[in-house]
């Protein structure tokens, strides 16, 4: 049986499926036959989500198909865009946000304001730069920073590694978050952070009292080949990876070779799992003050 556009995961209301062409019969029987999914009253899915992100976005996304001038915002405009999760907790947990031309609170419909929404596969939303900095300032800088920091990317025009590590481009990025909201994480974004792992451990170096690092720094090795270090600490390196990187003889040789390579030029290494980052990142704090203090006295 085909199905009416849109397709696939992105909710649509009984009324667009009747409009188009299918037999209020042959909309009973898919519904009986588990063929289409009812989210809300009067809004069906074709199929459900398998991931998180997934089954709340489609959620999202009902409250929207049948209403005109609202739009997705904060936690939900964040879905819409594929943002990282900085909560620690399921998607499905995060309330719908939405905003329309009036408030009813009663419905969870927040004013719009002046805000302008894009479109995106869900549904209309807010930009990412907006639904980021909505998100990041109900957060603490460690979480908030997962989620501005790859809009911080986005606004830099570029995914090269070189640009996006200088100094030029991340003060340009800055102002231009700043533009949008003066706060904590918008002063100390960094669009050259390639992971939300990163993120979270370099502001929980800022919380701990370190000084500001960089994030994707490009170092040689005594080599000569060019690496990138994921954050750079006054001639440490600091590495975050999931321990699955480590599992495979030939990523484990190469891994060990880049490390070899850049340790002759003088650099130092502390590596960091990732799941032991989010699991207990007060104690990650800790073995940081500990090998930073023995780097310094090393290089001493």
């Not at 606004?155 to 640009?163: C, N, S």
Request: net charge neutral; with cysteine; hydrophobic share 40%.
């Amino acid at each position: 049986m085909d199905f009416p556009h849109p397709l696939g995961p992105h909710p649509f209301s009984r009324a667009q499926i009747l409009a188009a062409g299918l037999p209020a019969h042959k909309w009973r029987e898919a519904i009986e036959s588990g063929a289409l999914s009812r989210l809300r009253r009067g809004v069906y899915v074709q199929e459900t989500g398998r991931d998180d992100r997934t089954r709340y976005a489609q959620r999202v996304a009902a409250e929207l198909v049948t209403r005109r001038d609202h739009f997705a915002i904060a936690d939900s405009a964040a879905a819409f865009h594929e943002l990282p999760n900085p909560w620690f907790a399921p998607w499905s947990s995060r309330p719908a946000r939405i905003a329309g031309p009036r408030s009813r609170p009663d419905r969870h419909i927040e004013p719009a304001g002046r805000l302008e929404p894009v479109e995106t596969p869900w549904g209309p939303a807010v930009d990412p730069v907006t639904a980021a900095i909505g998100v990041a300032a109900d957060l603490p800088l460690p979480q908030a920073l997962m989620v501005v920091d790859p809009v911080a990317t986005l606004l830099a025009g570029t995914m090269d590694r070189f640009t996006l590590a200088s100094q030029q481009c991340r003060t340009r990025v800055r102002r231009l978050l700043q533009e949008r909201a003066d706060l904590p994480v918008t002063r100390l974004a960094d669009p050259a952070a390639e992971s939300p792992a990163e993120s979270f451990y370099r502001g929980h170096m800022l919380v701990a009292g370190f000084p500001e690092s960089r994030c994707g720094v490009p170092r040689r090795g005594a080599s000569g080949k060019q690496f990138f270090v994921d954050i750079l600490l006054d001639g440490l390196a600091i590495e975050i990876d999931g321990a699955v990187k480590y599992t495979g003889l030939e990523a484990l040789t190469a891994e060990k070779l880049r490390e070899d390579d850049l340790r002759e030029t003088g650099l130092g290494f502390h590596r960091v799992f990732v799941e032991h980052l989010f699991a207990d990142p007060s104690s990650e704090m800790e073995r940081l003050h500990h090998r930073s203090a023995r780097h310094v006295r090393r290089a001493g």
